[in-house]
């Protein structure tokens, strides 16, 4: 089992910038790729980005493309989600989790082990 924590999050008017962090312990050497999903309140966790852990291939949400960026540091065991240009339909709290395959990655089921969630708002 792998233990995520995620921080970072905080309040935040349009058009600025957060970077969120997450931490990774655990069974970390049975991680293929680490993902980013946010929820909003009534809505369902929705794909936001995904990093492969070896080779650093990236995928992310048409919706977030452009303007946030997920990296990692393979030393720390840490995967980073940089937020520019934040809009308010970004507000949602945002999880970290981590996956032993490579398929499906857009998909929540992908992922074994999840963080707590960090809450990300957006005023306009």
């Known amino acids: 089992q792998v233990q995520l924590v995620e921080s970072g999050g905080g309040l935040v008017q349009a058009g600025g910038s957060l970077r969120l962090s997450c931490a990774a312990s655990?069974?970390?050497?049975?991680?293929?790729?680490m993902g980013w999903f946010r929820q909003a309140p009534g809505k369902e966790r929705e794909f936001v980005a995904v990093?492969?852990?070896?080779?650093?291939?990236?995928n992310y949400a048409d919706s977030v493309t452009g303007r946030f960026t997920i990296s990692r540091d393979n030393a720390k065991n840490t995967v980073y989600l940089q937020m520019l240009s934040l809009k308010p339909e970004d507000t949602a709290v945002y999880y970290c989790?981590?996956?032993?395959?490579?398929?499906?990655?857009?998909?929540?089921?992908?992922?074994?082990?999840w963080g707590q969630g960090t809450q990300v708002t957006v005023s306009s």
């Open positions: 655990g069974r970390t050497g049975s991680t293929l790729a």
């Open positions: 989790a981590s996956s032993g395959t490579i398929v499906r990655l857009t998909s929540p089921d992908a992922y074994r082990d």
């Open positions: 990093i492969r852990w070896r080779s650093g291939y990236t």
